[in-house]
């Protein structure tokens, strides 16, 4: 289990603590943002360098703590200029991400329709979150894109999950406003 070594380590998970036994997941994901915009702007918090090391040829997934007691997973991802994900969902997990370095776009879609493994999806709004901005995510209104609109610069997002994220669906484009679920699982890449 991940339990990286970093300033501020203790008053992050804390903090995490305090949001989660908040009460139910509206209450706790209400708690979560507001702790985490905290914690973004609060300089004695300083996640490990290697969240600012982007992978060529993914976004990356570090998983930096795991909570023994209350079950939820701390994810810092890093994204590389341009990188992002496709419409995907969480699984049935709430989670709250908050962007603490770079600028992120990130697309909510609304779902439509589905036929089997078949959905119709609608982009439903989006916007550019820099330093400090925190959302939600709480099933069904999960679905989603993010990206880097950089082309230069490494963005860091952290991402608060009710439990380990291990898979989700994503949602391969088909034709019009219809996609094809996948099912993917996801890697953790390594943190020092």
Same mark, same amino acid.
């Given at each position: 289990?991940?339990?990286?070594?970093?300033?501020?380590?203790?008053?992050?998970?804390?903090?995490?603590?305090?949001?989660?036994?908040?009460?139910?997941?509206?209450?706790?994901?209400?708690?979560?943002?507001?702790?985490?915009?905290?914690?973004?702007?609060?300089?004695?918090?300083?996640?490990?360098?290697?969240?600012?090391?982007?992978?060529d040829d993914h976004y990356a997934r570090r998983e930096i703590y795991r909570s023994p007691s209350l079950g939820y997973s701390v994810v810092a991802?890093?994204?590389?200029?341009?990188?992002?994900? &496709?419409?995907?969902? *969480?699984?049935?997990?709430?989670?709250?991400?908050?962007?603490?370095?770079?600028? @992120?776009? $990130?697309?909510?879609?609304?779902?439509?329709?589905?036929n089997g493994d078949h959905f119709r999806f609608r982009a439903a709004g989006g916007m550019h979150a820099g330093p400090g901005s925190a959302g939600?995510?709480?099933? &069904?209104?999960?679905? *989603?894109?993010?990206?880097?609109?950089?082309?230069?610069?490494?963005?860091?997002? @952290?991402? $608060?999950?009710?439990?380990?994220?291990?898979?989700?669906?994503?949602?391969?484009?088909?034709?019009?406003?219809?996609?094809?679920?996948?099912?993917?699982?996801?890697?953790?890449?390594?943190?020092?």
């Amino acid at each position: 289990m991940p339990d990286l070594d970093f300033p501020g380590h203790d008053k992050l998970v804390a903090a995490v603590d305090q949001a989660v036994n908040a009460g139910d997941e509206h209450a706790v994901t209400s708690a979560l943002r507001n702790a985490l915009c905290r914690m973004i702007r609060d300089r004695d918090v300083q996640l490990p360098q290697c969240v600012y090391d982007a992978i060529d040829d993914h976004y990356a997934r570090r998983e930096i703590y795991r909570s023994p007691s209350l079950g939820y997973s701390v994810v810092a991802m890093t994204w590389g200029p341009g990188q992002g994900t &496709p419409v995907h969902d *969480h699984c049935g997990l709430w989670c709250v991400e908050g962007v603490w370095d770079g600028e @992120l776009e $990130i697309t909510q879609y609304e779902l439509l329709e589905r036929n089997g493994d078949h959905f119709r999806f609608r982009a439903a709004g989006g916007m550019h979150a820099g330093p400090g901005s925190a959302g939600s995510l709480i099933p &069904p209104h999960e679905y *989603h894109t993010i990206r880097n609109s950089s082309d230069s610069h490494v963005a860091v997002s @952290l991402h $608060i999950y009710k439990a380990p994220m291990e898979a989700c669906s994503m949602f391969v484009p088909r034709e019009g406003e219809w996609f094809t679920r996948v099912d993917k699982a996801l890697q953790t890449d390594e943190a020092a």
